[in-house]
């Protein structure tokens, strides 16, 4: 490297180099200021971008977007750093001659967190329009070699959310013998969130280890379209690229004319000792991008009535008993589910599209959200149950799925082509007998104002559960989905009280932007006690524990231990409490009492901790599952612990914060459980002896 061109910037919890010489400006070391140094090849930093325009080709990368032809010829013409309300910044400005093409590369890191965020921006200073093709939001070389990597990705399925599975980088980056050839293999793991839909199929995110060091590189790209992530190798060494919708990947192209610009999707890197030391350093981060607001301190309970009890079939007769039950049991929210603006009976399964039947019913005709008179007659309607809820002490909530309008919806025929995604030649988007609307148009989003102004303004809603159960990679997609973060802050800017849940039938749109402006997230669908569990010990991967909503629906047909263990999985994240608490005896509405009082004498703790997992991130199949949460600065720890099957009942749970110290062990939430073993402390790990499965523990641990 040329030293009068390297330049070093950064702070006290990370450092980037950069080798920014005429020819081609290079990332050459992203890293903690303790990590060691280790040696790397010239050509195994990759440019800072990557881009390619409609005529410009791929380079020797072929089919992936590394190494481009254009992003080799981008010159260094300008860098300025600045720091302000926290955060450092740098933008390093790139110019491509031949083309008009400027390229603005941002990255900004918050003071004293190991977390790089970065987008890039592109202008036309040209004479003739550009058509971009993809476009990195970051792209980092000089990582350690494949042999010595792992790579981690988390399948994220309807039901079956946050499920970590790892291999070896090697597996899929094969050793093609560059000594032979003169460069490295195309073959490494990649992949792709498709449509509006993001986290369906896998978390936009990834990370990287290294098996000798522990070091750990973790990643997230912030797109609630779509997105794509590759690894592979680079001259013996590893490079990570992401970047938000491609051409080849995702069908999208955006038109640059002269004097235009786009800025890409962002994306963040953390790093870490170890899996959990980066998650840390990317929660912290998390909490500081996303919009501020009283919930995230808070953490009141939410009771809603849909999961396992009223499924999307509510009515004032219904609804009173629940309402007077949650409020005894402790609840500080009511949400009533889908299912308030039906007239015409059934739909199609209600606030979670659990139900695949067709016609009939409700579903296709959404759009107006206006209350039904047949579930709600009588004076005042649904207001009269609104009002019930606010007697009772509770904030009153909706559901809504405010992108669509059913097909045989009046709106469908009142707004204009234009309010709504269209494909190629203008062809309206239609998904299960509904269309989309489009926020980009002013329409869409008068029709969205109008709706949540009236139901949050004149009825006095404070929750609103904001629910998607369509999915599509329809042009436009993108813009649409900056314009619906952009409706929803200016709903919260006029509405600052109101919380917002984000749920995409489940956790199918469980991405950093619409966590960066939501309130809360939905974790799953899942209606099975027992297969919950891994769920929710993983959910912090993806969501802030203050703001993973995890279902807890006792029944009054259930054993005292079987109640005790579906309020105990959501102790340690946002308890979403449902089931028929209007049918329970006093005793066993005491035990829900009890459990949220333990919730409420921790929840303070609860949004400033971080977690870990000291048996590791859990497994689907695994009998026991393990989640902690440190608090730091209180020196306070958290472990729950569930036993799903039969397996070991004796679990060493190993804390290393507290290793070495002398610990005071309080079990909480055992009103309920069969006698507890022995629970002890000896001086690295937690050591219990759980009951018979179904159970589960909830201990802190304080020196």
């Not at 010159?75 to 300025?80: G, L, Q, T, W």
């Not at 073959?187 to 995110?205: F, K, Q, V």
């Not at 959200?369 to 009002?387: I, K, N, Q, T």
């Not at 709706?451 to 599509?472: M, P, S």
Request: some cysteine.
């Amino acid at each position: 490297m040329t030293q009068e061109y390297r330049y070093r910037w950064g702070h006290s919890a990370l450092t980037a180099d950069f080798d920014l010489n005429s020819r081609t400006p290079r990332l050459v070391r992203l890293a903690r200021p303790d990590d060691a140094e280790f040696k790397t090849n010239a050509e195994a930093a990759l440019p800072l971008v990557d881009v390619t325009l409609l005529g410009q080709g791929t380079g020797w990368s072929g089919p992936r977007f590394t190494g481009t032809a254009l992003g080799q010829r981008l010159a260094h013409r300008a860098h300025h750093a600045a720091y302000g309300d926290g955060w450092h910044h740098l933008t390093v400005q790139l110019r491509h001659p031949a083309s008009g093409l400027t390229v603005f590369v941002e990255y900004s890191s918050p003071d004293a967190v190991p977390v790089l965020r970065t987008r890039v921006r592109l202008r036309n200073d040209g004479d003739a329009p550009l058509t971009v093709r993809s476009v990195s939001s970051l792209l980092l070389g000089a990582l350690p070699s494949p042999d010595v990597l792992d790579v981690h990705r988390a399948r994220n399925d309807w039901l079956a959310e946050c499920r970590w599975y790892a291999e070896e980088l090697r597996e899929s980056v094969p050793d093609v013998g560059r000594a032979f050839h003169g460069h490295d293999g195309r073959a490494g793991p990649r992949l792709a969130g498709r449509g509006s839909w993001p986290t369906d199929g896998h978390l936009a995110m990834g990370a990287l280890t290294d098996r000798r060091e522990g070091r750990c590189w973790l990643w997230q790209i912030e797109s609630a379209a779509s997105w794509l992530w590759e690894a592979g190798e680079a001259d013996h060494h590893t490079y990570l690229s992401l970047s938000g919708p491609t051409a080849d990947d995702h069908q999208w192209r955006h038109v640059l004319d002269p004097g235009a610009e786009f800025t890409s999707e962002y994306a963040a890197i953390a790093l870490g000792d170890g899996f959990d030391g980066a998650l840390a350093a990317l929660t912290t981060y998390r909490r500081l991008v996303r919009r501020p607001h009283p919930d995230h301190d808070r953490l009141p309970v939410v009771f809603n009535d849909y999961m396992n009890t009223l499924m999307g079939d509510p009515s004032t007769e219904k609804l009173l008993p629940l309402i007077d039950a949650a409020a005894e049991a402790g609840a500080e929210y009511f949400c009533v589910d889908a299912g308030w603006y039906d007239d015409e009976g059934a739909g199609r399964g209600g606030g979670e599209g659990r139900d695949e039947g067709r016609g009939g019913g409700w579903w296709d005709s959404v759009g107006a959200w206006l209350p039904s008179a047949r579930r709600f007659p009588g004076p005042g309607g649904l207001e009269a149950v609104l009002d019930r809820i606010r007697e009772r002490g509770m904030v009153p909530g909706l559901w809504l799925e405010p992108e669509v309008v059913g097909v045989r919806s009046p709106l469908a025929a009142e707004l204009p082509d234009e309010a709504f995604l269209r494909h190629e030649g203008g062809v309206r988007v239609t998904e299960q007998g509904r269309h989309q609307l489009d926020l980009t148009h002013p329409d869409a989003r008068a029709h969205l104002d109008r709706t949540v102004d009236r139901i949050v303004g004149d009825w006095g809603v404070g929750y609103l559960k904001l629910d998607y159960n369509i999915t599509t990679s329809a042009p436009g997609l993108l813009a649409h989905t900056r314009a619906w973060l952009s409706w929803l802050s200016a709903v919260l800017d006029r509405h600052p009280g109101l919380v917002v849940e984000n749920c995409g039938s489940g956790g199918l749109r469980m991405d950093g932007a619409s966590l960066a402006v939501t309130q809360l997230q939905s974790t799953s669908d899942q209606q099975d006690m027992l297969r919950y569990p891994p769920i929710a010990a993983a959910a912090p991967t993806a969501v802030p524990p203050e703001q993973g909503a995890v279902w807890a629906y006792p029944q009054p047909e259930f054993t005292d231990e079987e109640i005790a263990f579906t309020l105990g999985t959501a102790l340690l994240g946002r308890v979403h409490l449902s089931g028929h608490l209007d049918r329970m005896t006093s005793r066993q509405l005491d035990l829900v009492r009890d459990a949220l009082l333990t919730y409420k004498g921790i929840r303070s703790d609860l949004c400033r901790s971080v977690p870990f997992w000291p048996l590791g991130l859990p497994g689907w199949g695994d009998a026991v599952v393990a989640l902690g949460m440190r608090v730091p600065f209180l020196d306070t720890t958290y472990v729950l612990v569930w036993r799903r099957a039969g397996g070991d009942p004796e679990v060493a749970l190993p804390v290393g914060n507290l290793a070495g110290r002398e610990v005071e062990v309080d079990i909480l939430h055992e009103a309920a459980v069969s006698p507890v073993g022995p629970v002890e402390w000896d001086g690295a790990a937690l050591r219990v002896t759980l009951p018979e499965a179904p159970s589960v523990l909830l201990v802190r641990l304080a020196p």
